[in-house]
């Protein structure tokens, strides 16, 4: 999984630490969420492109660097991935924004999919898809599948926690395409939840059972 990236920062490891306890609630679930995306943002856009400008101080001319190349787009899968957006855009806050939305049919964990709107220019961005947790990896995939078919090229994935096997299985089917975590876990339950993950992180997100 040559194209999997772990993100060890003390701080993003001391707060999935936070996110994994029971005992943290939805108010404070949902900040955590939101400030590891902004900490694992930084490295996602490490590669960036740059451009040098000429800038005018209030004493000087200065050669520096802006961002250059292809524009941000992120498109948050629903409903987990709504956490991580704002977190995101902090850090890009002139990045376009689009959804796909996505369920487990619950007889065989086949992704079906019931919502798609994405910027008109997507096919001319990079795109970071959010995923909170990457369980069985049937939902990711078929998210980037659809984008792929929409003539989107640059693709990442980032998500906070994933499940080795969910890994195994996007990583097989979209060799190109990078995926950005905080955290793997060994296995999964017959509920198709990571273990020992954090639980349901819909329902711990938003408040709902």
């Known amino acids: 999984m040559k194209n999997v990236f772990v993100l060890e920062h003390p701080l993003i490891q001391h707060k999935i630490s936070l996110l994994r306890d029971k005992n943290t609630y939805t108010k404070e679930f949902r900040e955590l969420v939101s400030e590891l995306a902004m900490l694992m943002g930084y490295e996602v856009t490490r590669n960036m492109p740059l451009k040098e400008v000429e800038v005018e101080t209030p004493i000087g001319i200065s050669r520096t660097k802006v961002i250059s190349g292809k524009k941000m787009g992120f498109v948050p899968v629903l409903r987990t991935g709504m956490g991580m957006l704002d977190g995101m855009l902090k850090l890009l806050p002139m990045a376009k924004v689009g959804h796909i939305g996505l369920y487990r049919d619950p007889s065989n964990l086949t992704p079906i ?97």
Not at 119 to 130: F, G, Q, S, W
Not at 159 to 180: F, M, N, Q, W
């Open 113 to 209: 999919e019931y919502y798609c709107k994405l910027p008109i220019d997507a096919k001319e961005r990079e795109i970071v898809m959010l995923d909170l947790v990457v369980g069985t990896g049937g939902s990711a995939s078929s998210a980037i599948s659809y984008l792929k078919n929409n003539g989107i090229s640059s693709i990442k994935l980032m998500c906070l926690i994933a499940s080795r096997p969910g890994l195994e299985k996007i990583t097989s089917e979209h060799p190109d395409v990078e995926i950005y975590c905080s955290a793997i876990d060994e296995h999964l339950n017959d509920q198709a939840y990571v273990i020992p993950g954090l639980g349901d992180a819909g329902d711990r997100l938003f408040g709902t059972k």
